[in-house]
């Protein structure tokens, strides 16, 4: 398995190294540098094209916003852009996912639940799984697939206005991939999926069901139904019609059945 090249943006130093001895323990991460304001995150993003950066919104010279701008404008094959940050404002987070961002996690981390995100975002945890299996080439495959997967759910989430932080996000994101994968399931949605998923986060069938839920109804207050509407072509809601949980999953995954997923 090739390492994970890993930049990591942060101006609090004694954070900064507590991060990279972590990761570091992990043989799928390579730590290139480690960068304490935003122009010397810039300039080493541009030099290395890590696969990864984790970014803090609050740094000196440039702020992280100004990064992400810089790095979009750059047009450089963009990296999983995870932020790492003490803000927790939906309008500061929203701004962050709208630049580029792929997922973000509010201060403080667990840093083994920073590692798994990093795994699941970039395709390395089905592929590490099969490498375990001994299956190192359907790994290679299964790798592109899920990341290629991952990234559209979460360009979706973006475009209707589902926060990253909010737990929700991970339960519907888990619901669609469910259902791409057995969409059979939709069928069973209280009896297989909320139950799978709570057992995969430890938690139970009606906190799943409340928090995608939540998730939808976040979307809808946030008055982007015309995003919703445009991701189907063609006009199924209007901001009276909230659809119900299995619904959402089941147009979402159809989407992406039809567009080969």
């Not at 475009?159 to 939709?186: C, D, N, T, W």
């Not at 946030?222 to 991701?231: D, F, H, L, T, V």
Request: net charge neutral; charged share 30%.
């Amino acid at each position: 398995m090739n390492k994970l090249k890993i930049i990591i943006a942060e101006d609090n130093r004694e954070f900064s190294d507590l991060l990279k001895t972590s990761l570091e323990r992990d043989e799928a991460f390579d730590v290139r540098f480690t960068c304490f304001n935003g122009l010397e995150t810039l300039a080493a993003v541009e030099a290395e094209l890590p696969d990864v950066l984790l970014l803090d919104l609050i740094m000196p010279e440039v702020d992280g916003y100004s990064v992400l701008a810089g790095l979009k404008a750059k047009k450089l094959k963009p990296p999983l852009i995870i932020v790492v940050s003490q803000i927790k404002s939906e309008a500061f987070i929203e701004k962050a996912l709208q630049l580029g961002a792929n997922y973000y996690m509010c201060k403080p981390v667990a840093f083994d639940v920073l590692r798994e995100r990093i795994l699941e975002f970039s395709g390395l945890a089905d592929a590490r799984s099969a490498q375990f299996e001994g299956r190192p080439a359907l790994a290679d495959k299964r790798e592109k697939r899920v990341a290629s997967l991952d990234e559209k759910i979460a360009n979706i989430f973006i475009s209707v206005g589902i926060p990253a932080h909010i737990k929700g996000y991970q339960f519907l994101r888990e619901a669609i991939k469910m259902a791409i994968g057995s969409p059979e399931i939709i069928n069973n949605i209280t009896k297989r999926l909320y139950p799978d998923i709570a057992e995969k986060y430890d938690t139970s069938s009606s906190k799943v069901e409340r928090a995608i839920r939540h998730a939808i109804e976040v979307a809808w207050s946030r008055g982007k139904i015309e995003n919703i509407n445009q991701i189907f072509g063609i006009k199924i809601y209007t901001a009276s019609d909230k659809p119900t949980n299995g619904e959402f999953i089941a147009l979402l995954a159809d989407k992406m059945l039809l567009e080969g997923a």
